[in-house]
């Protein structure tokens, strides 16, 4: 994918909420495969034109800032699967599904009323509207970008599934937490969003793996990981590797045996199998 076309899919998956300038830049600084050009002044200057002159994008201003979102960190899902404190959990896209209308447009966006549009205005000289202006790419390129080149483009589905897939999508390698979405996001029972999750699975639009997570009272939660399909990638968990360093271990002994002390005194020199295990719990 070229620069500007990884521009625009970066607008794409952030929804019908839009994206503002300040969170396309983080966007494109966690980009993967790495974005291409340097970010500075100059790429950025030819970034806004780009976005400025491309007739599948329109421009709002929102009635108050929205804050930036976090640069990603893939430490605590990528490599272990495994995220800690789900409990301090937030959002800044609050979900508002938006009913049938007549333009087809799906999604969910909190000021989908009250936004102004001021495409006409921005494509004629950028005034200093800060993190109130959202970029919003079209409905067909929104939802391109998430379902993917090689599915059908009139596809249909209901309200609520679009913006669970739309959630989804807004998570990119991150993934989405189900567990996330029915307690905090959705409002909902599991078996509401298994309802609403199902047309997405049908279609092979999202991937689904298991997933834990430790909550701040020390417990375990297993929950699942939805990403789209573009994003997919065969994750494992923290048990998954404690099983295979086991394994490994033991394959050195006669019979692959030996005692529960003598596999500590092993862990305890060296330091990070011995901490991903937890010897003491042994």
Known sequence: MDPLSTVVDEVALEGLDGITIPTLW?????????FPLKLDEFTKEFIWKSLVNNR????????????????????????ETQLSC?????????LHVIPENKDGIQGSCNFFKERKDITKQIRSMFFGYGRKLVIVASQAVRFRALIGAENDPDLKMSNDSYCVLER????????????NLHNGIFSS??????????PLVKHDLISLQPFSLRLKSGQQQHTLLLLLKRFHLNRRTK????????SDFLQQFPG??????????????HVQIYLLLNVDSL
């Open 168 to 179: 989804v999508g807004r998570a990119r390698w991150q993934g989405e937490l189900q567990s």
């Open 56 to 79: 599948d994008l329109r421009f709002y201003e929102l009635p108050q800032e929205r804050p930036d979102v976090f640069g990603e960190n893939d430490s605590g899902i990528g490599l």
């Open 189 to 198: 029972d599991a078996r509401k969003l298994h309802y609403l999750r199902k």
């Open 26 to 34: 983080i966007r494109l600084g966690t980009v993967q495969p790495k």
């Open 86 to 94: 789900s409990d301090d959990y937030k959002d800044i896209y609050s």
């Open 239 to 246: 048990y998954d590797k404690m099983m295979e360093y086991v």
């Open 256 to 269: 692959q045996f030996t005692t529960v002390d003598a596999f500590k005194q092993h862990l305890v020199s």
